[in-house]
């Protein structure tokens, strides 16, 4: 047997291995939030649970939908400002920037993507929560405005690289044919290019929202931390993710609290793993319609 024929074999396992290995790693951290989670109906009601109104674990009442709500008024909130903003940066990028302003934009939004969530969450905590609470007339900023904002700001560059790279990947052939019939360049943006790259361009959307429902730290800075169901856009709120982060150090080992985290833990893994199967799904029609 040859060298390079060995050499070959080697790497071929030793990747194997590898992508084997990071496959164990997740459905074991996955079934151990699973099983964990799970405990929780052993004393609760699986009914209770997704039901209840109220969220006090001192009380022993663990009622998903205030948290639940929390993570809608942040979430449509956010997707609400970063979707129609990213669009328009990748339109503008793919279609109008010249060579070198398209670099500066691409620098600027590798920037913001690098930028840590504490440091947003401070930026949310003592600038932007003092111009929501002036201009709304409440007590206080730290609300689901306030968390969305933020988190659309962590949204964009991710919409914006892929919606980006959906409307580059698209031949040539696909403009040049609307042009010739006499189509000006907005409607062959609108009529032509964005119709076909929407495949692409929707996966972003999917995965900018899986960065948005996964947020920790910056909600758990922003949004005032109130588990109450009849929330809005200008009332405190707490998220799933900010439940588990502000509660878990305080918990006792293996009582029913505990668990209850646990069962959070599955839904936002439930919720991650929805948004990824349907981006991937978007992801290869996109290259299927390019091919």
Do not use: C
Not at 65 to 81: K, N, T
Not at 146 to 165: C, F, H, K, Y
Not at 239 to 261: F, K, P, R
């Amino acid at each position: 047997m040859d060298i390079r024929k060995i050499k070959d074999t080697f790497m071929k396992h030793t990747i194997f291995g590898v992508a084997a290995f990071n496959i164990l790693i997740v459905f074991s951290i996955f079934f151990y939030v699973f099983t964990n989670g799970m405990k929780f109906f052993g004393e609760g009601s699986i009914t209770d649970f997704l039901l209840g109104k109220t969220w006090i674990p001192l009380s022993d009442l663990y009622g998903f939908l205030p948290l639940l709500a929390g993570s809608f008024w942040v979430s449509i909130i956010a997707l609400g400002i970063s979707i129609p903003l990213s669009l328009f940066t990748a339109i503008y990028i793919a279609e109008y920037a010249s060579k070198k302003t398209r670099e500066v934009f691409k620098v600027l939004i590798e920037t913001m993507a690098a930028l840590p969530s504490v440091v947003l969450g401070y930026i949310g905590l003592y600038v932007f929560s003092k111009y929501i609470r002036d201009i709304f007339g409440l007590n206080s900023g730290l609300t689901a405005l306030n968390g969305g904002v933020l988190l659309a700001i962590m949204a964009i560059p991710t919409m914006v690289s892929i919606a980006d790279d959906a409307i580059m990947a698209l031949d040539k052939s696909y403009k040049e044919a609307s042009l010739a019939i006499g189509a000006n360049k907005l409607e062959t943006i609108v009529k032509v290019l964005l119709p076909a790259a929407f495949p692409g361009i929707f996966a972003g959307i999917m995965l900018g929202f899986g960065r948005i429902i996964g947020e920790t730290m910056t909600v758990l800075m922003v949004t005032g931390n109130s588990p109450i169901l009849n929330s809005g856009p200008l009332t405190a709120v707490r998220t799933l993710t900010a439940t588990i982060a502000a509660e878990m150090g305080e918990v006792t080992i293996g009582d029913q609290h505990y668990y209850s985290l646990f069962t959070l833990g599955i839904v936002l893994f439930a919720i991650s793993f929805l948004t990824n199967t349907v981006a991937d799904h978007f992801i290869h029609k996109s290259r299927k319609n390019i091919g």
